[in-house]
């Protein structure tokens, strides 16, 4: 057996494909911060990674476009919507929830600490920050780490559903792990995240889009450090809408590493996963996995070819 080439597929094997994608893309992230400001620098972040992508799905992985989870149309964006809004009604709950009982302290406002007509501006920048993040992320952990260790993993007695839970878990923990390296974190925060990154994954592996989880990640963030001042994954936050000054138990709070890396934080991640299989079960009527993860690569490029000959 070639340990690098399948002929089978006629592509890399996954772990090449892996590799390759991820040293890649961190070497995008890198190369983006020549760029001579924020809004620049994670636009540039965001098309390069999409460009990647493209890149591999259509020439590396040899999949069509239209299986991987970015087809953009009337219900991806209404996914994409829903899952900011949840993500920003769980960050409300959570502030309000702070506030009440004394472990945040409202200090100011943006157009307070800003003397000028434009006090947004530095928040509007923010939140293409966040949505870049939240957009390229995804994209990489989700988009294509999990089905990639899926692929990997559906081996010998090894069916692609029970890949499927360890490509979940694997992928949830590098996504958690890559966030070691922030300031302030703490294992406690990494494994938070670690979960997040499982939360994040339910939308993918059910409803086969990417959107919930963009909406999600992209909501969680903004809403976080945009709109009410907390730290988002240890960096702090210059503007924001309400400012705040962080006290309470930290293994509670988070702390100095914002919601995420404390208690709190696990609870709203638990109650936005409630709320993603909510939604997918009203709109699926079951929690089954999506085709795309029910089969091998060959099988479920059989039945893609099968619905084109059908249409």
Same mark, same amino acid.
């Given at each position: 057996?070639?340990?690098?080439?399948?002929?089978?597929?006629?592509?890399?094997?996954?772990?090449?494909?892996?590799?390759?994608?991820?040293?890649?893309?961190?070497?995008?992230?890198?190369?983006?911060?020549?760029?001579?400001?924020?809004?620049?620098?994670?636009?540039?972040?965001?098309?390069?990674?999409? =460009?990647?992508?493209?890149?591999?799905?259509?020439?590396?992985?040899?999949?069509?476009? %239209?299986?991987?989870?970015?087809?953009?149309?009337?219900?991806?964006?209404?996914?994409?919507?829903?899952?900011?809004?949840?993500? =920003?009604?769980?960050?409300?709950?959570?502030?309000?929830?702070?506030?009440?009982?004394?472990?945040?302290?409202?200090?100011?406002?943006?157009?307070?600490?800003?003397?000028?007509?434009?006090?947004?501006?530095?928040?509007?920048?923010?939140?293409?920050?966040?949505?870049?993040?939240?957009?390229?992320?995804?994209?990489?952990?989700?988009?294509?780490?999990?089905?990639?260790? %899926?692929?990997?993993?559906?081996?010998?007695?090894?069916?692609?559903?029970?890949?499927?839970?360890?490509?979940?878990?694997?992928?949830?923990?590098?996504?958690?792990?890559?966030?070691?390296?922030?300031?302030?974190?703490?294992?406690?925060?990494?494994?938070?995240?670690?979960?997040?990154?499982?939360?994040?994954?339910?939308?993918?592996?059910?409803?086969?889009?990417?959107?919930?989880?963009?909406?999600?990640?992209?909501?969680?963030?903004?809403?976080?450090?945009?709109?009410?001042?907390?730290?988002?994954?240890?960096?702090?936050?210059?503007?924001?809408?309400?400012?705040?000054?962080?006290?309470?138990?930290?293994?509670?709070?988070?702390?100095?590493?914002?919601?995420?890396? =404390?208690?709190?934080?696990?609870?709203?991640?638990?109650?936005?996963?409630?709320?993603?299989?909510?939604?997918?079960?009203?709109?699926?009527?079951?929690?089954?996995?999506?085709?795309?993860?029910?089969?091998?690569?060959?099988?479920?490029?059989?039945?893609?070819? %099968?619905?084109?000959?059908?249409?």
């Amino acid at each position: 057996m070639n340990p690098f080439f399948s002929s089978a597929e006629f592509r890399p094997r996954a772990l090449i494909r892996l590799v390759l994608f991820l040293f890649l893309s961190f070497f995008t992230l890198g190369v983006s911060t020549v760029a001579t400001n924020e809004v620049l620098e994670f636009t540039i972040r965001a098309v390069s990674i999409a =460009g990647l992508f493209y890149v591999f799905i259509r020439f590396i992985d040899l999949r069509e476009f %239209k299986s991987i989870g970015l087809n953009v149309n009337r219900l991806w964006v209404k996914e994409l919507i829903f899952g900011f809004f949840a993500a =920003g009604l769980t960050m409300l709950g959570i502030f309000v929830y702070e506030y009440l009982s004394g472990d945040i302290e409202i200090i100011g406002f943006g157009w307070e600490s800003i003397s000028n007509d434009i006090w947004f501006l530095p928040i509007a920048v923010f939140f293409v920050k966040m949505m870049s993040v939240g957009f390229y992320e995804e994209v990489v952990f989700r988009g294509y780490v999990l089905p990639n260790l %899926k692929e990997g993993l559906t081996i010998l007695k090894i069916t692609p559903a029970q890949a499927t839970i360890a490509a979940v878990l694997i992928s949830s923990g590098v996504f958690g792990f890559a966030h070691y390296g922030n300031p302030n974190a703490t294992i406690f925060a990494v494994l938070n995240i670690v979960l997040a990154g499982v939360m994040l994954s339910i939308p993918l592996i059910l409803t086969g889009r990417l959107a919930l989880s963009i909406g999600l990640h992209f909501g969680w963030n903004f809403f976080q450090g945009g709109v009410f001042g907390f730290r988002v994954s240890g960096q702090s936050v210059r503007h924001s809408i309400i400012e705040i000054q962080q006290g309470g138990n930290e293994l509670w709070t988070g702390g100095s590493f914002g919601p995420e890396g =404390g208690a709190i934080g696990v609870l709203g991640v638990i109650f936005l996963m409630i709320v993603t299989l909510v939604y997918i079960r009203k709109i699926k009527g079951d929690f089954g996995l999506h085709d795309a993860y029910k089969g091998t690569f060959i099988e479920n490029q059989e039945s893609l070819l %099968k619905a084109d000959e059908l249409t």
